[in-house]
């Protein structure tokens, strides 16, 4: 819904049934699109997504960087344990279990979305260094394969 601006697309797996010569259609109802008191909010939320994978700061900008399409993102990482305030977390001291979940979610191309991926990595670290890159790698074969590949002239 982000990536369209509050517009709601509902996938169907079933369209329809046709039996013994008689179709029958589910009923799909539409949920009506998100109104915010702004639109301004959509474009801070998405720049900001898009700052994550196409400025340096950002922090997947590393699994990125030479991407040739726009990409929109989010990383997170969720704590399994609590650690406490005057400690360090130190995944090497920590049992595989109780290490923190990697996530990572995006859309691409920035202006005219057309893919979205959600990664979750149980017990694998941050987000933008563990699931960014497999996004990364989701997304280049995607358009890989809508993209016929280019000749190159004289060879």
Do not use: C
């Not at 979205?116 to 990595?121: E, G, I, K, M, R």
Request: hydrophobic letters at 35%; aromatic letters at 8%; a negative charge.
């Amino acid at each position: 819904m982000l990536s369209r601006r509050g517009e709601n697309i509902e996938p169907h797996i079933l369209d329809s049934i046709i039996s013994s010569g008689e179709e029958f259609s589910p009923v799909h109802e539409s949920t009506p699109p998100i109104q915010l008191k702004s639109e301004r909010y959509w474009d801070v939320a998405l720049k900001a997504m898009q700052g994550v994978t196409s400025k340096r700061s950002g922090t997947a900008y590393r699994a990125f960087a030479d991407a040739n399409y726009t990409v929109a993102g989010k990383s997170g990482t969720a704590q399994v344990i609590n650690i406490k305030e005057d400690e360090e977390y130190d995944a090497d001291k920590i049992s595989e279990r109780h290490r923190d979940n990697a996530m990572f979610v995006a859309f691409a191309p920035f202006e005219s979305p057309e893919i979205v991926a959600t990664v979750v990595l149980e017990n694998a670290g941050g987000g933008s260094s563990n699931a960014a890159p497999i996004v990364r790698t989701l997304f280049d074969e995607y358009f890989k394969s809508i993209q016929p590949p280019t000749s190159v002239s004289g060879l």
